[in-house]
């Protein structure tokens, strides 16, 4: 069984940046298509980036171009959602989702194409 676990949210001022992480100890995510969701108060989740394991790209919401950055850590075995800029409106819970793949880029947004996902952490972007 995979559990993902997100860490790294907390309350920031507008304009300053968090570094989301996410890792588990069941499996090897190196072999995994990732996705990162948020979901705002009172909205629904929404996709935010994603590595596709098909073609091995990185992809981004338009609203967080820019001014997110997906990485990962295959040695600590571990993504990493690095967010700058950060605005009022990127508050939310963030979640990790693991696919066991292949994860086409165009199937990112869609919540049922992951089988794993993290218990979410959450973000707060105020002044």
């Known amino acids: 069984q995979v559990q993902l676990v997100e860490s790294g949210g907390g309350l920031v001022e507008p304009g300053r940046s968090l570094r989301l992480s996410c890792t588990t100890s069941?499996?090897?995510?190196?072999?995994?298509?990732i996705g990162w969701f948020r979901q705002a108060p009172g909205k629904e989740r929404e996709w935010v980036s994603c590595?596709?394991?098909?073609?091995?790209?990185?992809y981004y919401a338009d609203s967080v171009q820019d001014r997110f950055t997906f990485s990962r850590d295959n040695a600590k075995n571990t993504v990493y959602l690095q967010m700058n800029s950060l605005k009022s409106e990127d508050t939310g819970v963030y979640y990790c989702?693991?696919?066991?793949?292949?994860?086409?880029?165009?199937?990112?947004?869609?919540?049922?194409?992951?089988?794993?996902w993290g218990q979410g952490t959450q973000v707060t972007v105020s002044s």
């Open positions: 069941g499996a090897r995510l190196a072999y995994f298509g």
């Open positions: 590595f596709s394991s098909r073609d091995g790209g990185v």
């Open positions: 989702a693991a696919d066991k793949g292949p994860l086409d880029y165009t199937d990112c947004p869609q919540e049922d194409e992951y089988d794993f």
